[in-house]
């Protein structure tokens, strides 16, 4: 059984720092491309950033300078730092694993598997 369990999420001032932490449990953790989603209120979910098995990354424009994805294989775990974070960086995120990477970056229908969430509330 799968199980992806997203943590770190919170409540921070904006120009703050958060890490968010994806662990995997159930697959073969380090042959699939993990990624980050949000969704915030009143709309569509969107990617954040994500990392393929072989370490390559890429970052929404939104994102780009601001949050670092990485990846330990030997822990099964993804990761997202997350500074100079603003207001409109308020969703829940989720984490989600692709076992194919037939497309990059993924599309939300590439993904497999999927945690349920993780709340980030940024104040202003």
């Known amino acids: 059984q799968v199980q992806l369990v997203e943590s770190g999420g919170g409540l921070v001032q904006a120009g703050g720092s958060l890490r968010l932490s994806c662990a995997a449990s159930g697959l073969t953790f380090g042959s699939y491309a993990m990624g980050w989603y949000r969704q915030a209120p009143g709309k569509e979910r969107e990617l954040v950033a994500c990392?393929?098995?072989?370490?390559?990354?890429y970052y929404a424009d939104s994102v780009t300078g601001r949050f670092t994805i990485a990846r330990d294989n030997a822990k099964n775990t993804v990761y997202l730092q997350m500074n100079s974070l603003k207001p409109e960086d308020t969703a829940i995120y989720y984490c989600a694993a692709d076992r194919y990477e037939r497309r990059w970056p993924p599309t939300q229908q590439s993904m497999n598997y999927w945690g349920k969430g993780t709340l980030v509330t940024v104040s202003a």
């Open positions: 990392i393929s098995s072989g370490g390559s990354t």
